[in-house]
């Protein structure tokens, strides 16, 4: 599941959105934006009073109240989603430049230590940042969001067979953003294979790459 992705930028008018913030953007060393991890704060877009700019949240739509950090969602019939998933003002994008999956094998380096997982790192060549459908809603701890997640294609399958997260098509922007419940199903399915590109496996903490 991914659990951690990149975006390399700064807020921008992409997919129709003013180049501004809803909140003032957060001036402390914890925020780091080009390294999502679970509960980290990340740039979104999303609509607010008929304005679609960017926002800072937390990834984790729970804020806490789940055992471990809620990044992904696939379930869109359970309650708690649906509730999410009905609402456009609830909806949002999620900017990336690439995502990463780790290996399912672990890997012998032959430098002396033990064998770790690698790293895949997944992006789409023709948007050097592409949107991921997500949904957020403000907690106890502020305003948290998630990236709903799909059956993987083909190229992701072998790395996680389980699911990807959904990427949408620019001209799917719109209709996640303000389409009905039914139209966020049907988005929610995998990307074209054809479209992505995948590099690795690397060993960031072993500075090695196969």
């Known amino acids: 599941m991914c659990n951690r992705a990149r975006m390399d930028g700064e807020p921008e008018t992409l997919w129709g959105s003013a180049s501004k913030l809803f909140i003032e953007r957060p001036r402390d060393n914890r925020f780091n934006p080009r390294e999502l991890r679970p509960k980290s704060r ?23 109240k789940a055992p471990w950090p809620m990044t992904n969602v696939r379930n869109l019939a359970l309650p708690q989603w649906r509730k999410l998933a009905e609402k456009p003002e609830n909806r949002c994008l999620v900017p990336l430049t690439e995502f990463c999956e780790f290996t399912p094998e672990k890997h012998d380096l032959e430098d002396g230590k033990p064998p770790l997982k690698g790293e895949m790192w997944f992006s789409v060549p023709s948007q050097p940042v592409f949107a991921v459908a997500g949904f957020w809603q403000t907690t106890a701890e502020g305003n948290g969001f998630t990236m709903v997640t799909c059956d993987p294609n083909s190229l992701v399958s072998p790395i996680h067979p389980n699911a990807m997260i959904t990427i949408l098509d620019p001209d799917d922007i719109e209709t996640w953003l303000r389409g009905s419940y039914d139209d966020v199903v049907r988005l929610q399915k995998p990307f074209d294979p054809d479209k992505m ?3 690795g496996p690397v060993f960031p903490t072993r500075r090695k790459e196969r």
Do not use: C, L
């Not at 990340?42 to 700019?53: H, M, P, T, V």
């Open 42 to 64: 990340n740039y979104i877009i999303r609509e607010q009073g008929g304005e679609r700019a960017w926002d800072v949240m937390t990834w984790d739509v729970t804020g806490g």
């Open 197 to 199: 590109t995948v590099r």
